[in-house]
């Protein structure tokens, strides 16, 4: 597997610094209520580091907005993002990377995202902003996908959708599972 490239740092590091200012937290109150430590959330504020999915989401959370202001770099007039490029975050538990295409607006809070998942671990996914909504639409291979309680296997044009407000899951059933993901948030 070829090696990915880093993340999209520069715009995660000012889409920190810029929400927590926003929010009017101190570094040492983000760190808290996302339960990460001062010093990695301080390195990812400078620019350095690799945040896992996992970490972003957790500050995204704390933060009360969605992942994608935090990895979403400012838009162009017309953006065009090539397959297997585009800012990628993998998991750090699972074989799992997630490309987000599209962020919403203020008119329009949803996300479009490109998942690719490998059989093996699975992606636990911490509960999103209150009332976020997950549509899935499987491209290829087949996955396990839901909340814990409700979990449903899909294939090749499956679709599914589920709250994205309570523990969730991504579980890749074949090889080479790409699925297309849309959040929706309130």
């Known amino acids: 597997m070829a090696l990915e490239p880093a993340p999209p740092l520069a715009t995660i590091a000012a889409?920190?610094?810029r929400e927590r200012d926003r929010a009017g937290i101190s570094l040492?109150?983000?760190a808290r209520r996302a339960g990460i430590a001062k010093s990695t959330l301080?390195?990812?504020?400078s620019g350095v580091g690799n945040p896992s999915?996992?970490?972003l989401w957790a500050l995204g959370v704390a933060l009360g907005v969605p992942f994608s202001r935090l990895v979403e770099p400012p838009p162009a007039a017309v953006r065009v993002i090539r397959a297997g490029e585009g800012p990628r975050v993998r998991s750090e538990?699972?074989?799992f990377t997630a490309t987000l295409l599209s962020a919403g607006s203020a008119h329009a809070r949803r996300d479009v995202y490109v998942m690719e998942l490998e059989p093996g671990?699975?992606?636990v996914a911490e509960p999103h902003t209150p009332r976020s909504i997950e549509h899935i639409v499987v491209a290829a291979g087949r996955m396990r996908v839901g909340p814990e309680s409700d979990l449903v296997d899909l294939g090749p044009g499956?679709?599914?959708?589920?709250?994205g407000d309570a523990p969730h899951r991504y579980e890749a059933l074949a090889p080479g599972t790409f699925a297309v993901l849309v959040m929706e948030h309130p």
């Open 121 to 123: 671990a699975v992606r």
């Open 158 to 163: 499956d679709y599914a959708t589920f709250p």
């Open 93 to 95: 538990h699972a074989d």
């Open 53 to 55: 999915v996992e970490t």
């Open 28 to 30: 040492t109150e983000l």
């Open 15 to 17: 889409a920190l610094r």
């Open 42 to 45: 301080s390195q990812l504020e």
